[in-house]
C-alpha cells in the first residue's frame, strides 16, 4: 500500500510542476486568463485522479478479501463515476462561457495527470 501512495504523490508532483510551467510562461506572456485555465485546469485533474484512486482502492480492498462488494460499495462508486465526469462538466462549461478563464488551457491542463503518468511510467522506464 505504500507503493501507491508514493505512486500517487510522484503523479500529482509532476502535474503540479507541470502546471506551475504554465503558469510561469502564462504570467510572462502576460495572459492571466490562460494563468488561470492552468490553474483550474490542473486542479481539477488532480482531484479527478483523487476520487478515481479511492474508489479503484476501495473496489480492490473488496477483492482482495474474497468478499461480495456490497451494493453500497457498488452504489458508492456509480455515484463517484457520474460525479467524476459530472464535475468536469460543469467546470468546462462554466470556463466555455467566462472570459476571463481561458477555456483551451484549463481543456490541456485536465490532460497534466495522464501526462505524468505517461511521463514517469512509460518515457522514464525507456533505454534511449
Known amino acids: 500500500m505504500e507503493e501507491f501512495h508514493l505512486t500517487k504523490r510522484k503523479?500529482?508532483?509532476t502535474s503540479l510542476n507541470?502546471?506551475?510551467v504554465g503558469i510561469i510562461v502564462s504570467l510572462f506572456l502576460k495572459r492571466w486568463d490562460s494563468a488561470l485555465g492552468f490553474l483550474i485546469g490542473t486542479s481539477l485533474s488532480i482531484l479527478n485522479f483523487q476520487i478515481l484512486a479511492k474508489s479503484i482502492t476501495k473496489f480492490f480492498n473488496f477483492k482482495f478479501k474474497r468478499e461480495r462488494?456490497?451494493?453500497r460499495t457498488r452504489l458508492f462508486l456509480s455515484i463517484m463515476y457520474m460525479a467524476r465526469y459530472l464535475l468536469i462538466f460543469l467546470v468546462l462549461f462554466v470556463t466555455f462561457k467566462r472570459q476571463d478563464i481561458n477555456f483551451y488551457t484549463c481543456l490541456a491542463s485536465l490532460f497534466f495527470v495522464k501526462f505524468s503518468i505517461f511521463w514517469n511510467y512509460s518515457l522514464m522506464k525507456l533505454k534511449w
Do not use: E
Request: charge should be neutral.
Open 69 to 71: 462488494v456490497s451494493l
Open 11 to 13: 503523479i500529482v508532483i
Open 18 to 20: 507541470l502546471m506551475i
